[in-house]
Structures are given as structure tokens and as C-alpha cells.
């Protein structure tokens, strides 16, 4: 199976995405297993959407990579708004972020 290795997080402003990557040994290829997209506001984040490959779902790699996320932005100072439903269960589960998460517009 292909789920060896490290899970690196990149982030590309420019696209305003996160992307996880498993780096894998010497011998074998970096694979991008997923991505967080978002829109970046002047004083938070919007999280629209996270997806994670099939052939790699239920690994863990989701939460890692929200959870990355999340405390990449708590750093900026900035406040979350959780329209990914998944992001939005990751917050519930984990209480200590729910401080930077903003309700979502109905």
C-alpha cells in the first residue's frame, strides 16, 4: 500500500489551497493524497473544501491536514468560517478550536 511515509503540508497562497503530500521514501514518488481550499478575507478564512483521494480516505490524512490548517491560521491572528462540512465536524470534535470559528451564513 502506498501509505508510507511522512505527511507534508504545502501552502500555496496563490491558489489559496493546502495541499497534503505523502512523502515517501528514497525509492518512491511524493503523492498530493489531498487538499483544503479556502478564501482568504481580510480578517478570516472560509474553508469551502476539503478532499482527500479515495484510494487513500481513512488514513487520517483529513484531520492532519485540517488541523495544520486550523493552527496555521490561529498563528495569523485570523478567524475561521467552517463551510466544509468536514472542517465543521473536525471543530466540533476538537474543542479547542472552536475560539477562532465564526457561524457560517445561512
Known sequence: MADVGTLRIDHSPAQERYEAILVSDAFG?????????????????????????????????????VRYVLEDIRASGKQVVPVCSYVQRFIALHPEFADMAVPVPQ
Do not use: K, M
Not at 481580510?42 to 479515495?54: C, K, N
Open 29 to 65: 514518488e511524493d503523492e498530493v493524497v489531498g487538499y483544503l481550499d479556502y478564501v482568504s478575507e481580510p480578517y478570516q478564512i472560509v474553508l469551502t473544501h476539503t478532499v482527500v483521494r479515495e484510494h487513500y480516505s481513512g488514513h487520517g490524512y483529513a484531520g492532519q491536514l
